[in-house]
């Protein structure tokens, strides 16, 4: 089995910032591609950025030039620096993979737990 354990959640003030992780483990084969939905409350789940195996990387409008999304390879660890954070942030964040398991033929995509970041003073 696959498990994404994110970390790096909190509180901060506006203008703050955070750096969020997301370590996949288990019986992994490839990694196509890994990133960052968040949802606010009563929102829809929205994407925030991802970033392929060849490091091609895409951001919402929302975050471009405050976020950042990079990744280790070697351990299966996606991050996401986020700067200037404001109250409109404020979010679940999801970590996801998009990766194919050894004996599967396969890419599916996998989801971590939630991590919530909060922006206010």
């Known amino acids: 089995q696959v498990q994404l354990v994110e970390s790096g959640g909190g509180l901060v003030q506006p203008g703050g910032s955070l750096r969020l992780s997301c370590a996949a483990s288990?019986?992994?084969?490839?990694?196509?591609?890994m990133g960052w939905y968040r949802q606010a409350p009563g929102k829809q789940r929205e994407l925030v950025a991802g970033i392929t195996s060849g490091g091609r990387t895409n951001y919402a409008d929302s975050v471009s030039g405050r976020f950042t999304i990079s990744n280790d390879a070697a351990k299966n660890t996606v991050y996401l620096q986020m700067n200037s954070l404001k109250p409109e942030d404020t979010a679940v964040y999801y970590c996801?993979?998009?990766?194919?398991?050894?004996?599967?033929?396969?890419?599916?995509?996998?989801w971590g737990q939630g991590t919530q970041v909060t922006v206010s003073s």
């Open positions: 996801y993979a998009e990766l194919r398991t050894y004996g599967s033929n396969s890419y599916l995509t996998y």
């Open positions: 288990g019986s992994i084969f490839s990694i196509g591609a």
